[in-house]
């Protein structure tokens, strides 16, 4: 079955990097977009960041920008995101998805907590 597995997230000081994976199984990864979402308490999941199958088109949040990269390894079935100058308003569960973006997510991971804090 899809199974969408992710890792690397923590508590880290305000300005500090942390980087997310997502490992892949049960679909043909290299025919699909990938999206990283979250969401912060009380707050509607949003849309972090996408990337199209081969990697060669991204798409960011403005509220990431600059600060956030997605990329791939269809080699090794995983996404990953590199968040860079972490702020408090970062803090989240980060959630890795099948699809987004250009077309409805149909499955998620089971999230990554991120904390910003200092």
């Known amino acids: 079955q899809v199974q969408l597995v992710e890792s690397g997230g923590g508590l880290v000081q305000p300005g500090e990097s942390l980087r997310l994976s997502c490992a892949a199984s049960?679909?043909?990864?290299?025919?699909?977009?990938m999206s990283w979402y979250r969401q912060a308490s009380g707050k509607e999941r949003e849309l972090v960041a996408a990337i199209t199958s081969t990697g060669a088109l991204k798409k960011y949040a403005d509220s990431v920008k600059g600060r956030f990269t997605i990329s791939r390894d269809n080699l090794k079935n995983s996404v990953y995101l590199q968040m860079n100058s972490l702020k408090p308003e970062d803090t989240a569960v980060y959630y890795c998805?099948?699809?987004?973006?250009?077309?409805?997510?149909?499955?998620w991971g089971q999230g990554t907590q991120v904390t910003v804090s200092s």
């Open positions: 998805s099948k699809l987004g973006y250009w077309a409805p997510a149909d499955t």
């Open positions: 049960g679909f043909t990864f290299t025919r699909y977009s």
